[in-house]
């Protein structure tokens, strides 16, 4: 027959060591630096004071009947366990919710809740538990919850269910809920690990339900917490060894939990960290990297907790704070630039360092995880000499990440639109158009190609562009407006990027093929600076494109320097002058003789010249004197979207 005292005192003598030596390990692996390991050491301790009030009890169960002392123990030793147990799931619930990030330690302030109710919900917990504390304090007094009669009889109180039982189960619910809200930025063994704690202590309630001698609900909650230490509370998984440091991977984990829970927090990103060739002419650079990593991540920990730091990827390091104030992080910031002043002493030299600090606000300056790592990636032009950068010197940073997001979907989610600027004759009549294109992003607004086309080449889309905007001007042509209407061509610009790889020239013709049209409505379009760059092999692909029949311009010509007899050899039909060129004419005699002289030059090489950005009747007169060929400006209209130009011509040549 089983001896259900001796089985019941052994599975609390197993889960009280079980305790101990969680603790133990706990403690001596140093895991006590965060908020989420001393509530993890709190829960233990509880379970561990549970176990050794249980052994105790079972211990002089069979004497209170008979002796006022084990009477007395009895009755201490129930009410901490009462005491002590009831806090377990509020416990728990304040666990998880700093393992899935929607804690952060540290003082709660009405003004980081953002409102007087969010601050009530949020200190609504800890008057629960207070209420709850009390309740269970006073029962020795007014039997709520437990009593003893005459004959030293246990009775439990319509307050034990009311309060500890029911309660905790709202605590166990709420703790789930919470789990499952965060689940997808939960890592896999810390999705495990809450599932089998969950299982365990599940498993353990419902058998001391059913047979209150098994005494196991305890040993499976220890169980339950050990999963926890062995893939949560260690971290190996997140740590980079080497520098003591949270890796990039807890960074990108820890970061979207923040963003996601809506929580507050600074980030102070280290990047570019270099051997400072120009300051160490005495040493060589020959300085292992791995022991500079190591230096700054000692000297980082000297300012914050080491369970703040990050190691990102080599050479670039992170902070993230929270419950700090601006002036708190920039005072940081400013220190830890300062820094980087002076010499550090890296293998018995004084080696000087370099590092440019970026100063992130969530979620005032960066709202997703991609807009903190693209801060930290991003290139940064040499010329910039800044090196911390804060508030609005990240702006740029941030605009510049989303465009990159629009334009890596733009085509999918039919952000480009293909705008159409009109082309006329010296006499006003309309000689054509030129595309240009034109992106649409839902938080953005309108974005213009001197923003995206960069970043398109940046990205390998650029030829996915071009393309686009040619299929776009094949099917208007196919559509027979502009040749019903005296157009003679529509210019498409033409990336010179494209324009170099093997195969451009007959991708281009096979896409006008197959649309069917005259090729000679197709006028390509590069740009005068650019073309400079690489003028043999560029004058082979618009030599190839004008033997199929394609027209070809040179646009902003008088922008940059280039060697004009290579220029004006390049096979061009017409060249189109920087608006600059034209403004200046009207400002000085100085100005007019480069209007004139650059006129002159283009027909003397047996070119059509361009004018662009005429915008007045009287820049029109000065140009039909010095003989230019065509005119487009803000005069006759801006770039408007296709049916707008549609309108726009029809309504002209009613007029006419």
């Known amino acids: 027959m089983?001896?259900?005292?001796?089985?019941?005192?052994?599975?609390?003598?197993?889960?009280?060591?079980?305790?101990?030596?969680?603790?133990?390990?706990?403690?001596?692996?140093?895991?006590?630096?965060?908020a989420q390991n001393r509530i993890y050491i709190a829960i233990l301790s509880v379970l561990g004071i549970?176990?050794?009030?249980?052994?105790?009890?079972?211990?002089?169960?069979?004497?209170?009947t008979t002796s006022d002392r084990a009477f007395l123990t009895f009755r201490i030793c129930q009410f901490v366990y009462f005491l002590t147990h009831t806090l377990l799931a509020p416990l728990f619930y304040y666990y998880i919710s700093f393992v899935v990030g929607r804690s952060v330690s540290g003082r709660l302030r009405r003004e980081d809740t953002g409102s007087t109710l969010r601050?009530?919900?949020?200190?609504?917990?800890?008057?629960?538990?207070?209420?709850?504390?009390?309740?269970?304090?006073l029962n020795p007094v007014f039997h709520w919850a437990w009593s003893y009669d005459e004959n030293r009889q246990f009775h439990r109180g319509i307050g034990e269910y009311l309060v500890v039982y029911i309660l905790s189960q709202v605590w166990i619910i709420s703790s789930f809920i919470l789990?499952?809200?965060?689940?997808?930025?939960?890592?896999?063994?810390?999705?495990?690990?809450?599932?089998?704690?969950?299982?365990?202590?599940?498993?353990?309630?419902?058998?001391?339900?059913?047979?209150?001698?098994?005494?196991?609900?305890?040993?499976?909650?220890?169980?339950?917490?050990?999963?926890?230490?062995?893939?949560?509370?260690?971290?190996?998984?997140?740590?980079?060894?080497?520098?003591?440091v949270y890796n990039a991977a807890a960074f990108s984990l820890d970061l979207s939990?923040?963003?996601?829970?809506?929580?507050?927090?600074?980030?102070?990103?280290?990047?570019?960290?270099?051997?400072?060739?120009?300051?160490?002419?005495?040493?060589?650079?020959?300085?292992?990297?791995?022991?500079?990593?190591?230096?700054?991540?000692?000297?980082?920990?000297?300012?914050?907790k080491r369970t703040s730091i990050y190691s990102i990827s080599h050479g670039r390091f992170a902070v993230v704070l929270y419950q700090k104030t601006d002036a708190e992080i920039d005072s940081l910031a400013d220190e830890i630039a300062a820094r980087f002043d002076r010499a550090w002493n890296i293998e018995e030299s004084n080696v000087f360092l370099s590092s440019r600090i970026m100063v992130v606000s969530i979620p005032k300056r960066a709202k997703t995880l991609k807009d903190v790592l693209y801060?930290?990636?991003?290139?940064?032009?040499?010329?910039?000499?800044?090196?911390?950068?804060?508030?609005?010197?990240?702006?740029?940073?941030?605009?510049?990440?989303?465009?990159?997001?629009?334009?890596?979907?733009?085509?999918?989610?039919?952000?480009?639109?293909?705008?159409?600027?009109?082309?006329?004759?010296?006499?006003?009549?309309?000689?054509?158009?030129?595309?240009?294109?034109?992106?649409?992003?839902?938080?953005?607004?309108?974005?213009?190609?001197?923003?995206?086309?960069?970043?398109?080449?940046?990205?390998?889309?650029?030829d996915e562009l071009d393309e686009f905007v040619l299929k776009e001007v094949c099917k208007f042509i196919c559509s027979g407006f502009p040749q019903s209407h005296g157009m003679e061509c529509i210019n498409v610009n033409l990336s010179i990027l494209e324009c170099m790889k093997d195969g451009f020239a007959d991708h281009m013709n096979e896409i006008v093929e197959d649309a069917g049209i005259r090729k000679k409505f197709i006028n390509f379009e590069i740009t005068e600076s650019v073309a400079a760059k690489d003028y043999d092999h560029l004058s082979g692909v618009i030599d190839q494109l004008k033997n199929e029949g394609f027209l070809f311009s040179i646009d902003d010509y008088g922008t940059g320097y280039s060697n004009m007899t290579a220029l004006f050899s390049l096979g061009a039909d017409v060249i189109k002058i920087d608006k600059s060129i034209l403004w200046n004419a009207e400002k000085s005699d100085l100005g007019m003789t480069l209007l004139k002289t650059s006129v002159d030059m283009v027909h003397e090489m047996h070119k059509k010249s361009l004018m662009e950005g005429v915008?007045?009747?009287?820049?029109?007169?000065?140009?039909?004197?010095?003989?230019?060929?065509?005119l487009q400006g803000y005069y006759f209209s801006k770039p408007v979207p296709k049916d707008e130009f549609i309108r726009l011509i029809e309504q002209q040549q009613a007029v006419i």
């Open 119 to 137: 601050y009530v919900l949020k200190i609504l917990p800890f008057v629960v538990i207070a209420a709850t504390t009390v309740f269970l304090c």
């Open 615 to 630: 915008e007045t009747e009287a820049q029109i007169e000065i140009l039909k004197k010095l003989g230019c060929n065509y």
């Open 2 to 34: 089983i001896n259900y005292t001796n089985l019941g005192l052994g599975l609390v003598i197993a889960t009280l060591l079980i305790c101990v030596t969680d603790i133990i390990f706990t403690v001596m692996d140093g895991h006590v630096g965060k």
């Open 375 to 462: 801060i930290s990636e991003c290139p940064i032009p040499e010329e910039v000499q800044m090196r911390v950068f804060r508030g609005d010197d990240l702006d740029w940073i941030v605009h510049h990440a989303a465009i990159e997001a629009a334009v890596t979907k733009g085509l999918e989610n039919g952000s480009f639109e293909v705008y159409y600027q009109p082309t006329y004759n010296i006499d006003k009549t309309l000689h054509g158009a030129e595309a240009l294109l034109r992106m649409h992003g839902k938080e953005l607004g309108t974005v213009y190609p001197d923003e995206f086309i960069p970043i398109a080449e940046q990205l390998g889309l650029i």
């Open 257 to 304: 939990a923040s963003i996601r829970n809506h929580i507050p927090a600074h980030v102070i990103i280290l990047r570019g960290i270099r051997f400072n060739r120009t300051a160490n002419t005495m040493v060589s650079s020959k300085i292992y990297r791995d022991t500079i990593n190591n230096a700054i991540a000692d000297y980082l920990s000297t300012k914050v």
């Open 50 to 64: 549970d176990a050794l009030c249980e052994v105790i009890n079972i211990q002089v169960a069979d004497q209170i």
């Open 179 to 244: 789990t499952m809200r965060s689940w997808n930025i939960l890592s896999k063994n810390r999705k495990y690990s809450i599932t089998i704690c969950f299982l365990l202590v599940g498993i353990g309630i419902v058998i001391q339900l059913i047979s209150r001698t098994m005494r196991v609900e305890l040993l499976m909650e220890a169980l339950g917490f050990t999963g926890v230490l062995l893939f949560i509370e260690n971290e190996d998984d997140r740590k980079n060894v080497e520098l003591n």
